[in-house]
C-alpha cells in the first residue's frame, strides 16, 4: 500500500465511530432523547434501538397503551440509524467526522407504517433492515416488538443519503 492509499479504520477508530453514533442517537438527537431511545446492537447487519415506555407516551389514557406517533417516529429512527450503520460499513476508509457528515446530508422521503397489535408492554426493541443503500436514495424495512416478543408495528421508509 503507497503513503498516499488511504487504510480501513483501526480497531480504535471503529471504537470512536461506535461511541459517536450512540451519543448521536441517545443524546444529540434531542426528540431520541425526549422518546428514550437506547442502542440496543450497533450491527450493520442487525442493528436494534430500545426505549422503555413511560406515561408521557401514552396515547390512549384508558388502556396505557403507546401512542401511534411514538411507534412511527421510532420506527422512523431505527430505519436511519441502520442507514447511518450501512453507511459506515460500505465506506470503511472513512473517519469517524467523514461518516457523521454523511449522516447530515439524510433525510426521510417517505415513511409507511403499519400498525399491527396495540402498543402495550415494559420496553420495546426496534430493528431495521437496509434492504437497498444507493448512491442517492436508500431503503430499510423496520420491525418494533414489544418485551415479550410480539409484532406490534412494521414499516418501510425511503430515506435521501446525498
Not at 451519543?23 to 444529540?28: G, H, M, S, T
Not at 431511545?37 to 415506555?53: E, G, S
Not at 436508500?138 to 412494521?154: F, K, P, V, Y
Amino acid at each position: 500500500m503507497s503513503p498516499d492509499t488511504p487504510t480501513p479504520r483501526d480497531p480504535a477508530e471503529q471504537a470512536r465511530l461506535h461511541l459517536a453514533i450512540t451519543e448521536l442517537w441517545e443524546q444529540r438527537l434531542s426528540f431520541n432523547q425526549l422518546l428514550g431511545l437506547k442502542v440496543d446492537a450497533l450491527d450493520p447487519a442487525a442493528p436494534r434501538l430500545r426505549f422503555d415506555m413511560r406515561p408521557e407516551l401514552v396515547g390512549h389514557y384508558l388502556h396505557g397503551r403507546l401512542h401511534g406517533g411514538v411507534i412511527s417516529a421510532v420506527l422512523d429512527a431505527t430505519g436511519g440509524f441502520a442507514l447511518t450503520l450501512a453507511i459506515a460499513h460500505r465506506h470503511p476508509l472513512e473517519n469517524t467526522a467523514q461518516i457523521l457528515h454523511r449522516f447530515g446530508r439524510m433525510g426521510t422521503i417517505d415513511l409507511r407504517v403499519d400498525y399491527l397489535r396495540q402498543g402495550l408492554g415494559q420496553h420495546f426493541i426496534a430493528s431495521a433492515e437496509v434492504t437497498r443503500l444507493g448512491g442517492r436514495v436508500a431503503s430499510t424495512l423496520m420491525r418494533m416488538h414489544n418485551d415479550e416478543g410480539l409484532l406490534i408495528a412494521t414499516g418501510a421508509a425511503s430515506y435521501i443519503v446525498s
